[in-house]
């Protein structure tokens, strides 16, 4: 059975940060990882300070079992969580992956909501407690560290909630999570449910009280801050504020929320503030979700100002229009500078203190290669680089049915641009020449004329890797096949030819089974 340290709850000034990026992240449309990604994540989440995290939904599938399974082995402080739903299969599937992990957790939820139990469940108040309090007790069979979620909180009657809460605290649950699953409540509405709950639920004080929010209506990040006012000591959020539809609370908001605001969050967490920006980079490299320019803490123009008052102010005194300092989230911190002169003890170290973890000297051999190579094209190699550079290593473990052997596009002012493509289809060499409206167009119609894949293009996105004019592109192609949702990557100097890349990675990942838009009958 394996053990926890867990966050006693009479600590009133310690709020747990609990990470649902791999797993509720995960369920954005294209955004699913590979098992090496999710570990690079988790070490990053372990890294960044995260008390707990939510590494998947074990009964989803085998791949985010042994993905889960491979987390905890991997994660040595942070706690490592399943979610699963309120039935023993899933129960023991989620035990069964944390059983390795040096804290370990298993995260059952039901919903509460009266069209959720009349609707979806189809089951009665006494049917949906008992089924929450069975799957506790089995849930302890493999930890002491149990927690219980009502989904659709927000819309659930206060008296069920409040019987429900009381019957798995006597179960025997560590922590109590009230989601708001809809995104549906307001603060000052969900501040009162918690007051609330607090208030009513027997043994409240002996158990976390945690809140989860979505973002449908853009409150998460205040909703989650109302819960905290009103007791609740772990939030459950996600990086970038990743999520399915309009995505969940965003970590990095809430952790500097309630550090600028000391005077209304009288609480400290775990988190290394410094760790944001990185950990925000690697999760928008991995999954292809670019964070928009002005999104508080991360965003590329989060601490820039255009406005010449604005500029004059900072130069004077930087607190008149900055609440925080943006070395304190990992904006401008020293970097040991990469370039084509580095060696390749340089280039291990800092992948290490990035906390990337390469298994086999093969394959440092041929990343190694691949970082000579673009370091011939830049002069300075930056960390956002590597992050690059390794996403599209792992991509390499894929087998490769689309191969870009050669590309040739014309672009002229008052005519149509055409592209000229060799590839590599199932080892014969094949070429290709397609028109398009613009050169990426081409390119892509290029590539379609051979590969009949029959997929929908639903995003194409490039961002710079890093500023000045010799950043890698970094482009991200999702497609839809059929339901299944893959993204594929490229980055290069050259965009075009990033774009040709990520195009022909999201096609190979279409004939894989590793990678795609994990969905279940049920989500928190």
């Known amino acids: 059975m394996t053990t926890s340290t867990h966050t006693q709850p009479a600590d009133a000034t310690r709020l747990i940060i609990f990470d649902t990026t791999l797993r509720d992240g995960e369920q954005s449309p294209g955004a699913s990882m590979t098992q090496e990604e999710k570990i690079r994540i988790a070490r990053q989440l372990e890294r960044l300070g995260v008390d ?20 905890a082995h991997a994660i040595k402080h942070s706690t490592v969580c399943s979610l699963a739903r309120a039935n023993e299969k899933d129960i023991r599937r989620a035990g069964e992956a944390i059983q390795h992990a040096a804290k370990g957790r298993v995260h059952t939820f039901i919903a509460t909501s009266p069209i959720h139990m009349q609707y979806k469940l189809r089951m009665s108040e006494d049917q949906v407690v008992e089924a929450a309090v069975k799957a506790v007790k089995i849930a302890l069979e493999y930890t002491d560290d149990v927690e219980f979620s009502a989904e659709d909180a927000s819309r659930s009657e206060m008296d069920f909630l409040v019987r429900i809460f009381d019957a798995v605290i006597q179960a025997g649950v560590k922590t109590i999570n009230v989601p708001d699953t809809v995104g549906y409540s307001t603060p000052e509405q969900w501040g009162e449910r918690f007051a609330m709950l607090l208030q009513r639920v027997s043994n409240a004080q002996s158990v976390v009280w945690s809140t989860h929010c979505h973002n449908d209506l853009g409150l998460a990040v205040a909703n989650t801050l109302a819960a905290v006012q009103h007791g609740a000591r772990q939030v459950e959020c996600t990086i970038n504020g990743l999520g399915e539809r309009a995505g969940n609370a965003a970590l990095e908001e809430i952790v500097m929320a309630t550090r600028v605001r000391k005077d209304l969050f009288n609480i400290t967490t775990g988190i290394r503030s410094e760790e944001i920006l990185p950990t925000s980079r690697l999760v928008s490299t991995i999954t292809g979700y670019s964070v928009q320019p002005n999104k508080a803490i991360v ?32 904006w401008k911190t020293n970097k040991l500078t ?35 190579i673009l370091a011939d094209r830049k002069s300075e190699i930056f960390d956002e680089d590597l992050h690059a550079l390794v996403s599209g290593h792992h991509s390499g473990h894929i087998p490769k049915r689309f191969i870009l052997n050669a590309f040739e596009v014309t672009s002229k002012m008052g005519q149509k641009p055409i592209a000229h493509l060799q590839l590599g289809i199932d080892g014969q060499e094949q070429t290709v020449t397609a028109e398009g409206s613009g050169p990426v167009d081409a390119a892509f119609k290029a590539i379609e004329a051979l590969a009949q ?3 929908q293009l639903e995003l194409y996105q490039v961002n710079a890797v890093t500023s000045g004019t010799d950043s890698q592109g970094e482009v991200a192609v999702r497609l839809n096949l059929n339901g299944r949702i893959v993204t594929g990557q490229g980055a290069d100097t050259d965009v075009m030819v990033a774009s040709v890349m990520a195009y022909l990675d999201a096609l190979n990942w279409l004939q894989t089974a590793g990678k795609a838009n994990p969905q279940t009958d049920e989500v928190m």
């Open 338 to 372: 990469l370039g084509k002169l580095s060696g390749r003890a340089a280039f291990r170290a800092r992948l290490d203190d990035l906390g990337i973890q390469i298994e086999t000297d093969e394959a440092l051999n041929e990343l190694f290669a691949r970082f000579k």
């Open 299 to 330: 965003g590329a123009n989060a601490f820039a100002h255009e406005s010449g008052i604005h500029q004059d102010g900072v130069l004077k005194h930087r607190e008149t229009y900055e609440i925080m300092r943006a070395e304190d989230v990992g």
């Open 453 to 455: 894949s029959g997929a």
């Open 52 to 71: 707990v995290i939510e590494a998947g939904f074990a009964a989803a599938s085998v791949g985010d079992f042994e993905a889960i399974s491979a987390i």
